[in-house]
């Protein structure tokens, strides 16, 4: 997933199994043995004895409330980012042209002395607006309205493809309004969860008071807003239940839906978003929806208002004075997530247009910082962990032959995305405006809104990327059956056209084999090729999966994350099996590469040990102790440590590597390790 400065040569013969001695020894390890902390034993942990020497040179500063691989990578992207943008932003340039918009967003978010002066002034309107409600009537176009510009109220509207039929987009409504995010932080009665909550609560009166109402006002609209998100939590289904896809398709058409929940306003609502003539919707979590119209039938209005009010002082305070971000940072950033300083203001402001014109800043970047080098050689290693995962499925003995085909046949028709778009955003219609920041951040937003809802009916675009270039991330999405690998991950520590096999194979190697490993998850296993929910297993062989799977939830169930507090092994099961799967397909793939020209040991390390150590690094970070609460409440990934300590004692090609026995703490009996892909 990432880049640096390459060799063209090197770059064409790093894959090639017949390189000579003279091509070889201009090969770099990759692995930094810098990282490394020496003093640990490898089977003691691996995670400590490969990255602690990394974590102890690059501790955590106060902006960070977890700083690893991928965040220094990213801050590197981001000094890219900065120099490109600040150049168009130190130009006057033609009105309505990409450059003035990117130019223009960055001076607007910068401009410290104008958003002082502003205070509120930029969403009173809206707050009154807001006020001015009178019943259940004006409600739902109102709902749509704050939809379009970003703002979350009660639940979510969005246009995607149709899980039963991937090739054509539909309407789906899922559930949401909760700030916190989390319906575990409205729930839970453990003493962490509590004083989060009761801080939570403070924050939301001084909001108020910020946006210019009394103290009363914000201590009964407190009340409304704790009262009504909580019944939308209770209401929320468990991250674990939303990795079930069947569940969460209800497709239904606006007959039954006016049926299901006859008192909601759907044509004032769906009016408001433009969605004219619309025959079916699918329902995500038809619980919530259900609580969504209890609330709207039986809550008094004035309590409604205080609650649509908090949603638009909570999404706008990021863009208002410097009073509104701190305290928004106080309770978000320092409260959940142990984060001492805030971001400098360039940092934020580059974040925002890269949110706002993410493929504009996305061209810019990949014309200066990514090669075609780069580009070609990631061709070929997919191509290479393709034939090594369709190999691995051809030999398990768990999965009968009718089912291996079908495998085969999804794994053939991957659609693979490297590097950036072939067409890019058309932004033309998209204003930024000298007004304030926060009516560009609403225009940006209703742009986008606009941009995803003219979809709906329509056939899907499978070469649309749901990740800018820029991106140092990469992903699967079962729905088009596609992996992408942004320009933005191509780099060091990821990627690195300068080393050998050993580096590259067990670090953007393996991030490669996880995402096509998605492809057979728990959850995506149950899309075919086609992108369709529909399955495609034989009875035992789905059982069969299953109960592999299974020996990872209890493995994982079982790690204890901080003290009293355990991992949770079927939220971060998808995850995990694709780590899995990573490193075996990834390891079988660098083997075989290598066959042929066996690479040398270098620094007293094997090609096998530096193809471990290379994928460790990939998780090397420090993270703070309320962090590591919020992440395991809220990410699908396990934690970075337990990417590595937690996975690697399932891969046997290790334990020969480091000569792991059962005398190391580490060692797991081979009867309880996971077997799947």
């Known amino acids: 997933m990432r880049l640096k400065n390459y060799l063209p040569l090197v770059a064409f013969c790093l894959m090639s199994s017949t390189w000579n001695c003279e091509l070889k020894a201009q090969l770099t390890p990759g692995v930094d043995f810098n990282n490394l902390d020496k003093s640990t034993l490898p089977g003691n942990s691996f995670y400590q004895y490969a990255c602690g020497g990394w974590m102890k040179n690059n501790p955590l500063t106060g902006e960070y409330s977890r700083f690893g691989s991928f965040d220094k990578l990213a801050e590197n992207n981001r000094e890219q980012l900065k120099g490109l943008i600040e150049e168009l932003a130190k130009t006057k340039n033609e009105q309505g042209t990409v450059a003035q918009k990117i130019g223009d967003l960055y001076n607007i978010a910068m401009d410290s002395e104008k958003l002082n002066k502003e205070g509120a002034a930029p969403i009173k309107p809206y707050l009154k607006k807001i006020a001015a409600l009178k019943g259940k009537s004006g409600i739902y176009a109102l709902l749509a309205d704050m939809r379009e510009i970003g703002l979350d109220p009660y639940f979510g509207v969005y246009v995607g493809a149709d899980d039963m039929n991937s090739s054509m987009n539909m309407v789906h409504a899922y559930q949401s309004g909760i700030s916190m995010g989390e319906r575990e932080y409205y729930l839970d009665n453990d003493a962490k969860t509590k004083e989060i909550r009761d801080k939570y609560k403070q924050h939301i009166v001084k909001m108020f008071q910020l946006a210019g109402f009394d103290k009363v006002y914000a201590q009964k609209a407190m009340t409304s807003v704790m ?144 090669p075609a080098a780069a580009k070609e050689r990631m061709v070929t290693l997919v191509k290479n962990l393709q034939e090594s995962l369709g190999e691995r499925i051809q030999n398990l003995p768990w999965m009968s032959d009718v089912t291996k085909t079908k495998a085969l046949e999804k794994l053939s028709a991957f659609h693979v995305k490297i590097g950036y778009p072939d067409k890019w955003r058309d932004y033309s219609g998209l204003q930024i405006k000298n007004d304030s920041y926060w009516a560009n951040i609403e225009r940006s937003n209703k742009f986008e809104t606009e941009y995803n809802i003219s979809k709906a009916g329509k056939p899907v675009d499978k070469d649309e990327w749901h990740m800018t270039p820029q991106t140092v991330n990469a992903y699967y999405n079962p729905t088009t059956n596609e992996i992408c690998f942004p320009a933005g991950i191509l780099q060091y520590p990821f990627f690195d056209m300068n080393a050998d096999d050993a580096f590259n194979y067990g670090a953007i190697g393996v991030v490669i084999g996880h995402e096509m490993t998605h492809g057979f998850d728990d959850s995506g296993r149950q899309y075919d090729k086609d992108g369709n929910l529909k399955d495609w297993w034989t009875a035992e062989d789905a059982k069969n999966f299953d109960e592999r799977a299974a020996v990872m939830v209890n493995f994982f169930d079982k790690i204890e994350v901080a003290p009293g507090v355990h991992a949770n092994g079927k939220f971060t099961l998808g995850e995990n099996i694709a780590d899995h799967g990573g490193l075996q397909i990834a390891y079988q793939a660098f083997k075989k590469a290598t066959a042929n020209a066996s690479l040398p040991t270098i620094d007293g390390f094997t090609p096998e040990q530096r193809f471990f150590l290379a994928y460790a690094g990939v998780w090397a970070g420090n993270i703070r102790p309320e962090a590591i609460l919020t992440r395991t409440k809220s990410d699908p990934h396990s934690l970075g440590k337990w990417r590595v300590d937690g996975a690697l004692p399932h891969i046997n090609a290790w334990y020969k590597a480091f000569n792991i026995t059962e005398k190391d703490p580490m060692f797991l009996p081979v009867e309880k390790r996971v077997s799947i892909w």
């Not at 239940?241 to 306003?265: C, Q, V, W």
């Not at 008094?300 to 971000?325: G, H, N, T, V």
């Open 227 to 370: 009262a009504i998100e909580t019944r939308l939590a209770k209401a929320a289904r468990t991250k674990v239940e939303l990795r079930d896809p069947h569940a969460n398709y209800n497709k239904m058409t606006i007959a039954t839906l006016k049926k299901e929940f006859p008192s909601f306003g759907w044509d004032g609502f769906f009016a408001g978003f433009g969605l004219k003539g619309l025959k079916d919707i699918n329902v995500g979590q038809p619980a919530s929806v259900k609580e969504v119209v209890n609330i709207i039938n039986t809550v008094p209005m004035k309590e409604q208002i205080a609650y649509l009010q908090w949603k638009l002082i909570d999404a706008s305070a990021s863009y208002l004075s410097d009073d509104f971000y701190k305290a928004n940072f106080d309770f978000y950033s320092k409260t959940m997530n142990g984060v001492k300083e805030m971001k400098p203001r360039w940092k934020r402001a580059v974040a925002v247009v890269d949110g706002s014109l993410g493929e504009a800043v996305g061209q810019m970047y990949v014309k200066k910082y990514f």
